[in-house]
Each structure stands twice: as structure tokens, then as C-alpha cells.
């Protein structure tokens, strides 16, 4: 019998980075990961490396970028540390466009 991945988000759709957990695995392949991302309106979690390679590039302000794995895991890890610390750290708001991916594929959930 084989597993049936079932989409967790739709392709356009905008998704929002809300933290991280440590030592799980990812929801999309099933990798054991050190950290995890954690997206608003999802139970689970999703490897950054994931993310990225379902996203499109984005605009935040006036810079048009497409986050690698790297900066999406991080982002994950700042909005997990919570509102005081994004802003202290960095001057950014948790949930605002630095926290947001559009995606251009679907994202399956196994």
C-alpha cells in the first residue's frame, strides 16, 4: 500500500511562517529534521528546504528575493522566539511580509 500526500497549501496561495520545532520530521517527505517550520493554519511541520523549493520569489519592500532554506529555517526560528525579539533583533514584526512565502507548486502533505 502506498502512501497518499494530500496538499496542505495550493499553488498562489500565501503562506505564513508562525515558528519552529526541534527534532521532528518534515510533513512534505518525511525527513527527520533538526528544525522544523512551523506555518500558520498547519498541525505539523515542513523541512526549509521544502519551503523553498515550493516558493516563488518575494517582494519585501523594495528588495524582490527568493529565500533559501537557510533564511527560511531562520525565520522560523526568530518567530518562534517571539514579537519583543524580532522587532529587538532585527525591527521586524511576526507575521509581517518578512514571515510570508508565496507558493508556486502545490505543498503536499504525507
Not at 505539523?44 to 516558493?55: E, M, N
Amino acid at each position: 500500500m502506498t502512501a497518499t500526500a494530500t496538499i496542505a497549501f495550493k499553488a498562489c496561495e500565501e503562506i505564513t511562517i508562525v515558528g519552529a520545532e526541534t527534532e521532528c520530521e518534515c510533513s512534505h517527505c518525511g525527513r527527520p529534521l533538526k528544525v522544523g517550520v512551523r506555518l500558520a493554519g498547519f498541525g505539523g511541520v515542513f523541512g526549509s528546504d521544502c519551503l523553498a523549493r515550493a516558493s516563488e520569489k518575494q517582494k519585501v519592500g523594495p528588495y524582490i528575493q527568493k529565500l533559501s532554506g537557510q533564511s527560511i529555517k531562520e525565520r522560523g526560528i526568530i518567530a518562534r522566539k517571539g514579537a519583543e525579539y524580532a522587532s529587538r533583533m532585527y525591527g521586524w514584526r511576526v507575521g509581517d511580509a518578512n514571515f510570508k512565502l508565496v507558493l508556486k507548486s502545490d505543498l503536499r502533505s504525507i
